[in-house]
């Protein structure tokens, strides 16, 4: 009788998590929406091309289908996962990820739809998922700073003075390390093992020695494929809002944000503020349509960020832990 009331109480407390996270979620998307009002009021009064917009929205499940897909390859090792529930899990952790810094809570979200004897090993596996994506907005981003200054002479001459070319050679020296290191990741089972301090946590990273190369590659050129996906999207953004600027300066203008939102400690929930402020910075190289550059950025967030999770708070709603 004990064992059932014990059940019973786990599975209520379980109800009563799921109730908090989810109206925690929808209530910080509803926040920053009403917080947002100048960015639909700068909608309003701005002539806009719809077209941009139905294609944004039409890259939306292609941007966090390749996601799921990515991750369903990095858990492989542990457990087989249709697209249907790794793309669950995806959804569910971007619910996690919105409460916490630099959506940390997102590695401990997706693993919920693991059994539970693989969701400790699951969250290496989206760490490394974390790393290669963090590493391919790093890339892109130093590629986009290398053409401003091949490109667009004149902008770096007149609001990049103190970017000297030493500073281009350590973002590119940063990167060749974090490459390293990257495809040197199979080896940290090994050092966890000689440091006795985390032998205990080793037995949930043996399956981290069985990444190959190529492995690594394949899940780099996942995060390459999601990049241009939403890198495009940043792009249709400022072509809905009719900013005057050319597709490569737009894109280069991607790489520039994300390389610098991504090394920003931030929550998600702010993420779209931080976004905004960056945003304005390096579009102000070509425009300075400010209340049109966040309003930009804000759509960007609510489609990108904001409605995949509110699907996800749903779905969490639902699902069975």
């Given at each position: 009788?004990?064992?059932?009331?014990?059940?019973?109480?786990?599975?209520?407390?379980?109800?009563?998590?799921?109730?908090?996270?989810?109206?925690?979620?929808?209530?910080?998307?509803?926040?920053?929406?009403?917080?947002?009002?100048?960015?639909?009021?700068?909608?309003?009064?701005?002539?806009?091309?719809?077209?941009?917009?139905?294609?944004?929205?039409?890259?939306?499940?292609?941007?966090?289908?390749?996601?799921?897909?990515?991750?369903?390859?990095?858990?492989?090792?542990?457990?087989?996962?249709?697209?249907?529930?790794?793309?669950?899990?995806?959804?569910?952790?971007?619910?996690?990820?919105?409460?916490?810094?630099?959506?940390?809570?997102?590695?401990?979200?997706?693993?919920?739809?693991?059994?539970?004897?693989?969701?400790?090993?699951?969250?290496?596996?989206?760490?490394?998922?974390?790393?290669?994506?963090?590493?391919?907005?790093?890339?892109?981003?130093?590629?986009?700073?290398?053409?401003?200054?091949?490109?667009?002479?004149?902008?770096?001459?007149?609001?990049?003075?103190?970017?000297?070319?030493?500073?281009?050679?350590?973002?590119?020296?940063?990167?060749?390390?974090?490459?390293?290191?990257?495809?040197?990741?199979?080896?940290?089972?090994?050092?966890?093992?000689?440091?006795?301090?985390?032998?205990?946590?080793?037995?949930?990273?043996?399956?981290?020695?069985?990444?190959?190369?190529?492995?690594?590659?394949?899940?780099?050129?996942?995060?390459?494929?999601?990049?241009?996906?939403?890198?495009?999207?940043?792009?249709?953004?400022?072509?809905?809002?009719?900013?005057?600027?050319?597709?490569?300066e737009a894109w280069i203008v991607a790489g520039l944000i994300y390389l610098s939102?991504?090394?920003?400690?931030?929550?998600?929930?702010?993420?779209?503020?931080?976004?905004?402020?960056?945003?304005?910075?390096?579009?102000?190289?070509?425009?300075?349509?400010?209340?049109?550059?966040?309003?930009?950025?804000?759509?960007?967030?609510?489609?990108?960020?904001?409605?995949?999770?509110?699907?996800?708070?749903?779905?969490?709603?639902?699902?069975?832990?």
């Amino acid at each position: 009788m004990k064992q059932i009331t014990n059940k019973t109480y786990k599975k209520w407390l379980f109800v009563f998590l799921k109730l908090i996270i989810l109206f925690a979620a929808i209530g910080f998307v509803y926040q920053r929406i009403v917080t947002e009002e100048n960015a639909f009021k700068t909608l309003l009064q701005t002539k806009v091309n719809w077209f941009w917009l139905i294609c944004i929205i039409a890259l939306l499940p292609v941007n966090w289908s390749i996601e799921a897909e990515k991750w369903r390859f990095a858990v492989s090792k542990l457990q087989k996962l249709t697209f249907a529930k790794a793309l669950r899990g995806t959804l569910i952790g971007l619910v996690f990820a919105i409460f916490t810094p630099n959506r940390i809570g997102e590695l401990g979200g997706r693993v919920l739809v693991l059994r539970k004897r693989f969701r400790f090993a699951g969250v290496y596996a989206t760490t490394i998922c974390s790393i290669s994506q963090t590493l391919t907005i790093s890339m892109f981003g130093v590629f986009a700073a290398l053409l401003l200054f091949a490109c667009f002479p004149q902008v770096i001459s007149t609001h990049f003075v103190e970017l000297s070319s030493f500073v281009m050679f350590f973002l590119i020296f940063v990167n060749l390390l974090f490459i390293a290191f990257y495809m040197k990741v199979n080896r940290l089972t090994r050092f966890i093992k000689s440091r006795k301090i985390l032998t205990q946590y080793a037995k949930y990273m043996d399956y981290l020695s069985e990444f190959s190369d190529k492995e690594l590659l394949t899940l780099l050129f996942y995060n390459s494929l999601r990049y241009l996906v939403f890198s495009v999207q940043f792009c249709f953004m400022l072509f809905f809002f009719q900013i005057e600027i050319s597709f490569i300066e737009a894109w280069i203008v991607a790489g520039l944000i994300y390389l610098s939102v991504t090394f920003v400690p931030t929550f998600a929930l702010a993420e779209v503020g931080v976004r905004g402020s960056v945003a304005l910075f390096f579009v102000g190289f070509w425009s300075d349509k400010s209340a049109t550059i966040v309003a930009a950025m804000t759509f960007l967030w609510l489609i990108n960020v904001a409605l995949p999770t509110s699907l996800g708070a749903i779905l969490l709603s639902k699902h069975k832990i």
